[in-house]
Protein backbone atom coordinates (compact mmCIF):
# COMPACT_ATOMS: atom_id res chain seq x y z
CA UNK A 1 0.00 0.00 0.00
CA UNK A 2 1.15 3.52 -0.81
CA UNK A 3 1.02 6.22 2.16
CA UNK A 4 1.60 9.87 2.40
CA UNK A 5 4.11 10.25 5.27
CA UNK A 6 5.01 13.35 7.00
CA UNK A 7 9.09 14.66 7.06
CA UNK A 8 10.82 17.17 8.34
CA UNK A 9 13.00 18.78 5.91
CA UNK A 10 16.73 19.18 7.30
CA UNK A 11 18.12 21.26 4.04
CA UNK A 12 17.03 22.39 0.79
CA UNK A 13 19.72 22.41 -2.31
CA UNK A 14 20.32 25.65 -3.77
CA UNK A 15 18.77 25.70 -7.57
CA UNK A 16 17.69 28.45 -10.02
CA UNK A 17 15.04 26.21 -10.77
CA UNK A 18 11.75 25.70 -9.26
CA UNK A 19 10.99 22.27 -10.32
CA UNK A 20 13.84 20.95 -9.32
CA UNK A 21 14.07 22.09 -5.61
CA UNK A 22 14.91 18.73 -3.54
CA UNK A 23 15.64 18.44 0.12
CA UNK A 24 16.39 16.01 2.51
CA UNK A 25 14.03 14.83 4.63
CA UNK A 26 13.87 12.92 7.61
CA UNK A 27 10.82 10.46 8.25
CA UNK A 28 11.94 9.35 11.83
CA UNK A 29 14.90 9.60 11.22
CA UNK A 30 15.20 7.35 8.10
CA UNK A 31 16.29 10.22 5.61
CA UNK A 32 15.63 10.51 1.66
CA UNK A 33 15.72 13.13 -0.72
CA UNK A 34 12.74 14.59 -1.86
CA UNK A 35 11.36 17.06 -4.94
CA UNK A 36 9.65 20.03 -3.16
CA UNK A 37 8.25 21.55 -6.41
CA UNK A 38 4.80 21.26 -5.05
CA UNK A 39 5.61 23.13 -1.53
CA UNK A 40 7.48 26.38 -2.69
CA UNK A 41 6.50 27.58 0.79
CA UNK A 42 8.62 25.19 2.54
CA UNK A 43 11.51 25.59 4.48
CA UNK A 44 13.85 23.93 6.61
CA UNK A 45 12.27 23.24 9.87
CA UNK A 46 8.87 22.61 8.41
CA UNK A 47 6.69 19.12 7.96
CA UNK A 48 5.63 17.98 4.52
CA UNK A 49 3.89 15.04 3.73
CA UNK A 50 5.41 12.80 0.81
CA UNK A 51 3.89 10.27 -1.53
CA UNK A 52 6.47 8.89 -3.85
CA UNK A 53 9.32 11.03 -3.69
CA UNK A 54 7.39 14.47 -4.05
CA UNK A 55 6.43 16.84 -1.20
CA UNK A 56 2.57 17.58 -1.73
CA UNK A 57 2.01 20.09 1.04
CA UNK A 58 3.25 21.51 4.44
CA UNK A 59 1.67 20.39 7.76
CA UNK A 60 2.18 20.99 11.47
CA UNK A 61 4.02 19.66 13.68
CA UNK A 62 1.67 18.26 16.47
CA UNK A 63 0.24 16.34 13.07
CA UNK A 64 3.19 14.97 12.16
CA UNK A 65 4.02 13.31 15.20
CA UNK A 66 0.60 11.88 15.66
CA UNK A 67 1.49 10.32 12.14
CA UNK A 68 4.49 8.89 12.92
CA UNK A 69 2.74 7.46 16.54
CA UNK A 70 0.38 5.51 14.11
CA UNK A 71 2.72 4.49 11.84
CA UNK A 72 5.18 3.04 14.45
CA UNK A 73 2.28 1.12 15.97
CA UNK A 74 1.37 -0.56 13.09
CA UNK A 75 5.03 -0.80 11.99
CA UNK A 76 4.33 1.23 9.10
CA UNK A 77 7.46 2.83 8.62
CA UNK A 78 9.14 -0.72 8.03
CA UNK A 79 8.56 -0.63 3.84
CA UNK A 80 11.05 2.96 4.27
CA UNK A 81 13.69 1.13 6.34
CA UNK A 82 13.57 -1.41 3.61
CA UNK A 83 14.51 0.82 0.82
CA UNK A 84 17.53 2.10 2.22
Known amino acids: MCLAVPGKI ?14 RVSFGGIVKEVNLAYTPEAKVGDYVIVHVGFALNTVDEEEAKRVFQYLDEIEGLDELRETE
Open 10 to 23: LSISDTESELMRTG
